[in-house]
């Protein structure tokens, strides 16, 4: 034995050592998360805004070309999460984000 821990895989009915399963989750969390012009987003990129939003909830306006920093990918490859003083939890459409160089 090589002292690998084994793992049930749900997805495929099977037992496999660990750190196969860690990269096939691995492989299988990775999304492509673009902006408005097409370039892949990362976490810890800086953005600015392309339009104006209204912001629900906050009673705030976001103005086209707001610097946002350190942006956080969610999974999902349409919204990206935010940190914007004075607003909780803003998760913000890539759609309408362009990425800073």
Partial sequence: MNGDEYVYDE???EWMPASEFAQRQALSETIEVRD????ILEDGDQVTLIKDLNVKGANQ???RGTLIKSIRLTGDP?????????????????EFVRKRS
């Fill in 78 to 94: 349409q919204e990206i999460d935010c940190r914007f003083e004075g607003i909780k939890g803003l998760v913000l459409r890539s």
């Fill in 36 to 39: 408005a012009v097409g370039n």
């Fill in 61 to 63: 306006t976001l103005k």
């Fill in 11 to 13: 997805e495929t009915g």
